[in-house]
């Protein structure tokens, strides 16, 4: 199989007076699920929209295994999408949408049964899409993606507005995915959606980029030498620890998170106090506690995000 990369190449795109997209460069490599991260407004529909023809960038190039989507021989077969689910009529059974959408793309018909079964919707083939959840209606938009069996796939959103049942079926699906070589780029407004599902993340805001990382290196980072503490004796701990270059936060009822002293140390010095603890960890972060130390004082995300809700 030929290389399927994605990469933005100094994409550009205004509407009106508003600058959309802001030179934006980035690559989303085969075999991993990318996520494309930013609040709303950011600029990453756009750029979807652009990396599948159906937005023409002011400058810069959108590229699908090197060429624009315009030059595909074979787009439904190099590229999958799932934008938004509202061209789906309501009257029309699953298994029917899919085998009129494979007609009329000139893909084999047949591969309707073969993607539904993939989306786990072969029990409902033959329901009609109106009367289906919206966890439903993502499985078989993702389906519809599916059906030139394409290496490479876009999802705007997919995650949104699910139920937590749904959200833990698509990062699995996602991940199965990415594992069988496929380039996954999924879209999301929220860090904490690509929590265990994003192995690359790629942060804009405002357009512009803000962050192109590996999800691993970021979490290792941003937890180095923190450890979590379990104690009831809060306040006791605190004073315990403190010290000129200790930090001790209260993460919890009953937890705190130490940066600056060893697990030895710790254990020495409440030991000493006698301050009871039931657990010492190393502190994990969150992929969102990461973004917030990437960015640092970057609160442009966090703003943007809080703003629009
Ligand atoms: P995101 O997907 O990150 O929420 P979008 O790409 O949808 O961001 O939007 C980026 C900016 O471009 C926003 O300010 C939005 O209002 C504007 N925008 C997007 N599409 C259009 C359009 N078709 N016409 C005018 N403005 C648009």
């Known amino acids: 199989m030929t290389d399927m990369t994605l990469e933005a190449r100094g994409l550009r795109k205004r509407y009106g007076g508003n600058v959309a997209v802001d030179g934006l460069s980035f690559r989303v490599e085969p075999g991993k699920v990318t996520g494309f991260v930013g609040p709303n407004g950011a600029g990453k529909s756009t750029t979807l929209r652009m990396m599948l023809?159906?937005?023409r960038p002011d400058a810069g190039q959108a590229l699908i295994g090197g060429r624009p989507y315009a030059e595909l021989a074979e787009p439904l077969a190099t590229v999958g999408a799932l934008l938004d689910c509202?061209?789906?009529h309501p009257g029309r059974r699953a298994r029917d949408h899919l085998r009129w959408l494979a007609h009329y793309s000139g893909l084999p018909v047949r591969r309707?049964?073969?993607?539904?079964d993939l989306v786990g919707l072969t029990s409902a083939a033959r329901k009609r899409a109106g009367?289906?959840?919206l966890g439903m209606r993502q499985r078989l938009g993702i389906a519809a993606a599916l059906l030139g069996d394409p290496p490479v796939l876009i999802l705007d959103e997919p995650v949104n507005g699910l139920d937590p049942e749904g959200i833990q079926w698509i990062r699995g699906f996602l991940k199965s995915l990415a594992s069988q070589g496929r380039t996954v780029l999924v879209s999301s407004h929220l860090m904490s959606e690509l929590q265990d599902t994003a192995d690359h993340l790629v942060v804009i805001g405002r357009g512009r980029l803000l962050a192109d990382t590996d999800v691993g290196e970021l979490l290792d980072e941003a937890s180095?030498?923190?450890?979590?503490?379990?104690?009831t004796q809060r306040a006791e701990a605190?004073?315990?620890l403190a010290g000129d270059d200790v930090a001790v936060a209260v993460t919890g009822a009953d937890t705190l998170t130490v940066a600056g002293l060893s697990s030895e140390d710790i254990v020495a010095r409440l030991g000493a106090h006698?301050?009871?603890f039931s657990e010492l960890a190393r502190h994990r972060a969150t992929l969102e506690e990461a973004y917030m130390e990437l960015t640092g004082s970057v609160g442009e995300f966090t703003a943007g995000?809080?703003?629009v809700r």
């Open 112 to 116: 309707a049964d073969v993607v539904l």
């Open 131 to 133: 009367g289906f959840s």
């Open 238 to 240: 605190m004073t315990v």
């Open 305 to 307: 995000a809080e703003a």
């Open 86 to 88: 509202e061209s789906l």
């Open 274 to 276: 006698g301050v009871a």
């Open 224 to 231: 180095g030498g923190r450890i979590t503490l379990r104690t």
């Open 53 to 55: 023809g159906l937005d």
